[in-house]
């Protein structure tokens, strides 16, 4: 059997350059110090909101298919109430960019949304509990990193303080360490195989995250 909290260790070291990259990238950079054009910001949470709509139902598959009760509750209550919270944080965000929810809702979805929601529905349908769990883990892990250290930046922008608060806030931190104690002792019930396709998910949703970022940044649309 293997340790969890070890295992833990080497999925981070998987995906610690990824989030290296992010904390170098023009779009946090501009995030706290307060740099980042409107346009970009607003991007991120039109596509966010749209990602949030599909993360919600990965969760709820991450709950179908998990294998104690504790981790059938986690993730649907993450599903039914932390997502909601994030959705709530976006509508009020989109409300002072001078648009809203709903108009935003009928915006498209852009190249890079599809790319990783499809990953995330995909691997959450088709794959064990463990894939379903490795894919969602950088969502929480990566935010919960990034949130910690925006916080000790700050941003002299009123709004992008805001964002930063809500991902810093310790209920944020918290249901990341839910789902890490879940991922840890999933780790030592499982196969070596299983924890191959734990690590590669989580490699794998890792740089779609980046990607995400990036997106935003470019302002990405489809070119035809
Ligand atoms: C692209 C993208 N990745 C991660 C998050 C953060 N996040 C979204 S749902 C969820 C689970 C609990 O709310 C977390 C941590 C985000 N907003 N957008």
């Given at each position: 059997m293997i340790n969890g909290n070890q295992f833990l260790s080497t999925l981070w070291s998987d995906i610690e350059h990824i989030h290296a990259a992010v904390l170098a990238h023009p779009f946090i950079t501009g995030l706290s110090d307060g740099t980042l054009p409107r346009a970009a910001f607003r991007h991120f949470i039109t596509q966010d909101a749209h990602y949030l709509r599909d993360y919600a139902r990965v969760l709820a598959l991450c709950a179908t298919k998990a294998h104690h009760d504790a981790d059938v509750t986690m993730f649907a209550a993450h599903s039914a109430n932390a997502v909601a919270a994030e959705q709530e944080l976006h509508a009020s965000l989109l409300a002072e960019l001078g648009t809203s929810a709903t108009a935003a809702a009928a915006e498209p979805i852009t190249p890079?949304?599809?790319?990783?929601?499809?990953?995330?529905?995909?691997?959450?349908?088709?794959?064990?509990?463990?894939?379903?769990?490795?894919?969602?883990?950088?969502?929480?892990?990566?935010?919960?990193?990034?949130?910690a250290h925006l916080r000790s930046a700050g941003s002299p922008d009123p709004l992008y303080a805001r964002w930063i608060d809500a991902y810093a806030d310790p209920a944020f931190q918290s249901v990341t360490d839910q789902v890490l104690a879940a991922t840890a002792r999933l780790a030592e019930e499982s196969s070596p195989a299983e924890h191959a396709l734990i690590r590669k998910h989580n490699h794998t949703a890792g740089r779609h995250e980046y990607l995400f970022w990036d997106a935003a940044w470019r302002l990405e649309q489809w070119p035809v």
């Open positions: 890079t949304t599809v790319a990783y929601t499809s990953y995330l529905l995909a691997s959450a349908y088709r794959g064990s509990y463990a894939e379903a769990v490795g894919a969602v883990l950088p969502c929480y892990w990566l935010y919960a990193r990034v949130g």
